[in-house]
């Protein structure tokens, strides 16, 4: 819940501007959001209890502008209000903080490590993600967890949220056609899940193992039909040597039966 001073009359997310409107200055703080964000969308679809916002305003208080990072991510909350979707995010009408925010530093410095981490720890956000492809001798991914109101690096490549039930690290890969570091969810084992296309593509190959089993097993039963149908041939000629060997018998004075 939220312990801000709030004035007693306060706009709805429709009045308030839906973003501070300053532009990108690199693509990747729109891709690299975007990709986790359309992860989640195959991932939890049966889900209607999370929102993943990209570039949008966060609401603290209605006199102050919005905190805006490149990706954040909010637990118990409806994930659709209705088909105009949401303009912003506004704490004081979903009451609940965000569980994660993301930075992804560009080539212009803004504040990542300075007062957005005091803004963020002073909201309660739990983890605080920060992304500098950039960096030489330090990690480029950084998770910070909220700990007694301070953050707290973590270690290792992913990192396990249990929070949340994800994992999030970064590794080589494609995605819009550009292979390069991306970061992506992972399980608990540290097995990352798949992007949208990469699903898509294991659904196509899935779909054609099925064809090609069904296709294999189809070759069986016509291969277990020929055999059915030869044995059958081969019964009746024996029935017809049989009949002919016993006509031949009858012809010479013998009768079959006797023979037994």
């Not at 055999?227 to 013998?254: H, I, V, Y």
Request: include cysteine.
């Amino acid at each position: 819940m939220l312990e801000y001073d709030l004035p007693r009359y306060l706009p709805s997310a429709e009045e308030l501007p839906d973003s501070d409107e300053t532009p990108v200055d690199n693509e990747l703080q729109e891709l690299i959001p975007g990709l986790l964000k359309a992860i989640l969308l195959i991932l939890w679809s049966e889900r209607m209890d999370w929102f993943f916002g990209v570039d949008m305003g966060i609401y603290y208080h209605p006199d102050k502008p919005p905190i805006v990072p490149d990706g954040f991510l909010s637990l118990g909350v409806e994930r659709f209000y209705d088909e105009e979707l949401r303009p912003s995010y506004v704490l004081w009408d979903e009451n609940v903080i965000p569980i994660l925010v993301l930075e992804v530093v560009s080539s212009t410095y803004r504040k990542e490590y300075s007062t957005k981490l005091e803004e963020y720890a002073a909201l309660g956000v739990l983890y605080y993600v920060i992304y500098s492809s950039r960096r030489r001798r330090k990690p480029r991914l950084e998770i910070h967890k909220l700990v007694n109101g301070k953050y707290e690096l973590q270690s290792g490549n992913p990192v396990w949220l249990p929070e949340i039930g994800l994992g999030i690290g970064c590794e080589r890969g494609n995605y819009s056609g550009v292979t390069r570091e991306w970061l992506y969810w992972y399980d608990e084992s540290g097995m990352r899940y798949p992007t949208p296309k990469e699903q898509i593509q294991q659904e196509t190959q899935r779909a054609q193992q099925e064809a090609q089993r069904a296709q294999q097993e189809a070759q069986r039963a016509q291969q277990e039909s020929q055999r059915a149908d030869m044995a059958e041939q081969r019964a009746q000629q024996a029935e017809q040597r049989a009949q002919l060997f016993a006509e031949r018998l009858r012809a010479l004075g013998l009768d079959p039966e006797s023979l037994h």
